[in-house]
């Protein structure tokens, strides 16, 4: 039978702003990626998305950003290893702690927006990350773009791994994502974002921006939770991933 994690960026609202759909999208995802605070989020709304997420009996993971609120960690950092080995430090154990205050366990470590891509084509950037990883605790998994330089980082230092997928964004050739400023990035059509991942899932394959045919592992599928249709959408694929025979089992399962 296939198994595929459901994950989603979650607990990025702050102070007295609103982003997302947590409530109503946690009980569909078995994963929730939680920010810390960097690129969005605050002490009190990554309280509150731990205690949802522990009702809801799903995974929770840290969601480490680059320090950029105004730009939602979506703008690119000139940061060296290090800096970014201490801003993930930071920040999975400012989540680790509200995560043993509610009485469960941090279960993984994904990176967010450009940090994300960035680590994913850069080798030293994803050291730093991993290192952090590995010296708060070995037994986090890492959460990374399949193929990318994140993933290649976190299996060389002995990390447990989990590859992830997209299903409303397209991909280049090399694997990367297409940025999100060009054409074409974003996947709107619900229908053909479906037939895509359960491609990924059961043939490994994904077709590229270009029309060519590129291989993909999917441990994980991230579904986004703040998209003007997002709610529906993730029932969407939830059912249609049961209907085809693909289980929905959190990451320690898969990997």
């Not at 109503?24 to 989020?41: E, Q, Y």
């Amino acid at each position: 039978m296939y198994k595929v994690d459901l994950n989603s960026d979650l607990g990025e609202s702050f102070g007295r702003y609103t982003l997302g759909m947590d409530e109503k999208i946690i009980p569909l995802i078995s994963s929730a990626n939680v920010a810390c605070g960097f690129h969005a989020s605050d002490p009190v709304v990554m309280e509150e998305t731990v205690s949802r997420a522990k009702a809801a009996g799903i995974s929770i993971g840290a969601h480490p950003g680059y320090p950029d609120l105004m730009g939602f960690g979506r703008r690119n950092m000139d940061v060296t290893s290090g800096e970014a080995k201490a801003y993930t430090l930071y920040q999975i154990g400012a989540l680790d702690g509200m995560c043993r205050a509610n009485g469960v366990k941090l279960s993984h470590v994904k990176p967010h927006g450009a940090l994300y891509n960035m680590a994913s084509g850069d080798y030293e950037l994803a050291r730093g990350i991993c290192q952090a990883v590995r010296e708060f605790d070995k037994d986090l998994i890492v959460l990374a773009l399949s193929g990318g330089e994140l993933a290649r980082a976190a299996k060389d230092m002995g990390l447990r791994t989990a590859l992830e997928v997209f299903a409303d964004r397209a991909y280049e050739e090399d694997g990367s994502l297409v940025n999100r400023r060009k054409a074409g990035a974003m996947i709107h059509d619900e229908e053909l974002a479906i037939k895509r991942v359960v491609r990924m899932i059961k043939e490994k394959k994904v077709t590229s921006v270009t029309g060519r045919d590129i291989d993909i592992q999917a441990d994980s599928v991230c579904v986004h939770g703040d998209g003007e249709k997002a709610l529906a959408f993730v029932e969407k694929i939830r059912k249609a991933l049961l209907e085809e025979g693909i289980g929905i089992s959190p990451l320690g399962e898969i990997v």
